[in-house]
């Protein structure tokens, strides 16, 4: 029964897409000249029904998802209209980029609002995008009848429009809850615009009304670095034996290694970025999962600054390297990140591009520093298995120390000590982990602070609550945790 109904579901939803594209093939001709109002005129005759649906008040509280739906017919049905009217339509290579998705997405179904009137959706949608619709003709991509590629133009109109469409359900759910009214059409335009510049994987939209302010998050993602910090001085035991114990001992010649620890340090780093990707793809309607994780993933963490205390005393170094060595190896990922940012950047000549931009552009290329220089050293290490690879060879006898113990403890041998290295042979390799970091952690700062001030209300998670938890929570647990596993 239910495969009938999947069936019939199926073959109603395939009627649907096909007599929509009859509909438009016949009765819009293809031109290689774009006219932006020819162009608009098909929208506003074609999309009624989605432009309309866009328009319609919400009953009062409820839910900001609610209106979500219609931001996508609109823009499928705007994709659909563009590729029928003009020739030079195709997105070739760009394809995988297009920001509107082909699924179809069942609008809510709500009882309207009585008195409530919003701004012109299909004047406000036009408006928005005008620099990227008349960007056609100033380029001159389709002369010749189509001889010459418009694929670039169309993703930049596509990626406008998808945002100016989920622009315009959150700035009028701010204008139905802000007084004095919000300028709906301006809200629309300014934030339409930034995703053809910014990369459209990282960004959130949930249609709350308010968006946190770039500087809320940054202050939130700077308070959990000196949370990190402070935790690191309270949790240095060495440290509070010596000031008030009997031992007096305030030199430390040998670092200790500790596996457990190491892996507990990675394992939180790892984990935080996917929960993070988890709270925001539960709070929004448009994001990537993945792609958010990713970003968290490369944020600036404090394992530097943490570093820094490891040159006044070696007790802070056992610490710190496994910070440094969960920093570094999420150095790798950020290469990846860091390559989009500073050698592909979002194509568009838009004069409305910040300055802003040349920050985030060279916060990426200073990201490629470590990574790149961490990634040649594996390689090379592995292929003359030398160091840094052979240098794993430390957390792996400690965790065969952790592994072998209680067999030796029931056999009756003496159980391994911790592997300890010498303090001089240590801080070479310390320094040279300290340097990638730094530099890791400054062009992470310059990336983060420049793409949050740029997208504004584009990155627009409904709460920074849970955020703001597992940040600050975290580095707790951890040295909560690195304490006890300290003592095996």
Not at 70 to 99: E, G, M, T, W
Not at 159 to 172: G, K, L, N, S, V
Not at 355 to 381: C, E, F, Q, S, W
Not at 434 to 441: A, K, Q, R
Request: net charge positive.
């Amino acid at each position: 029964m239910a495969f009938i109904i999947f069936t019939l579901f199926v073959s109603l939803l395939t009627s649907r897409v096909l007599g929509q594209y009859l509909h438009l093939r016949y009765n819009i001709t293809k031109t290689e000249s774009f006219n932006q109002f020819h162009f608009w005129d098909h929208v506003a005759t074609f999309c009624a029904s989605d432009i309309e649906a866009l328009s319609k008040c919400p009953p009062v509280n409820s839910p900001t998802k609610l209106r979500n739906p219609a931001a996508i017919h609109f823009a499928q049905c705007f994709r659909d209209v563009f590729s029928a009217y003009f020739i030079c339509a195709d997105l070739s290579k760009h394809s995988d980029q297009n920001p509107i998705p082909d699924e179809f997405v069942p609008l809510n179904d709500f009882v309207v609002r009585s008195g409530c009137r919003f701004p012109d959706a299909l004047e406000t949608l036009r408006d928005a995008c005008i620099f990227d619709a008349e960007e056609f003709g100033r380029s001159g991509c389709c002369n010749n009848g189509g001889s010459t590629n418009c694929a670039q133009q169309s993703l930049n109109l596509f990626t406008c429009e998808m945002q100016a469409a989920e622009q315009y359900i959150r700035c009028t759910n701010a204008q139905s809850s802000t007084k004095p009214p919000l300028n709906t059409s301006a809200c629309v335009t300014d934030n339409a615009q930034k995703a053809t510049w910014l990369p459209k994987d990282f960004l959130v939209f949930s249609g709350a009304p308010s968006c946190p302010k770039a500087s809320k998050l940054l202050s939130t993602l700077a308070i959990s670095n000196i949370i990190a910090l402070f935790c690191a001085v309270l949790f240095n035991t060495h440290l509070w034996k010596t000031l008030f114990g009997k031992s007096k001992s305030w030199e430390y010649t040998e670092i200790k290694l500790n596996f457990l620890s190491m892996l507990w340090s990675i394992g939180v780093q790892i984990s935080i970025p996917f929960i993070m990707g988890v709270i925001l793809e539960k709070q929004g309607y448009t994001v990537n999962w993945i792609q958010q994780a990713f970003l968290w993933t490369v944020r600036p963490r404090a394992a530097s600054i943490i570093a820094i205390a490891g040159f006044f005393n070696g007790s802070w170094m056992e610490h710190a390297i496994n910070e440094m060595v969960a920093d570094l190896l999420f150095a790798i990922p950020a290469v990846n990140f860091a390559v989009f940012a500073a050698i592909f950047p979002n194509k568009t000549r838009n004069p409305a591009k910040p300055d802003t931009y040349k920050v985030y552009h060279a916060g990426g290329i200073i990201m490629l520093i470590p990574g790149g220089i961490l990634l040649l050293a594996l390689i090379g290490g592995m292929i003359l298995r030398c160091a840094p690879i052979r240098a794993f060879k430390y957390p792996l006898q400690d965790l065969w120390r952790l592994v072998s113990n209680p067999f030796r403890r029931y056999m009756g041998k003496q159980k391994l000590e911790k592997k300890t290295v010498n303090f001089q042979e240590f801080r070479s390799w310390y320094i040279n982990f300290f340097i990638l970091g730094i530099v890791l952690y400054i062009g992470g700062w310059m990336v983060w602070a420049s793409f949050l001030k740029m997208a504004g209300d584009l990155y627009c998670p409904a709460s920074l609550n849970k955020v703001a938890m597992v940040l600050w929570v975290y580095p707790i647990l951890l040295n909560v945790v690195r304490a006890v596993v300290g003592m095996l």
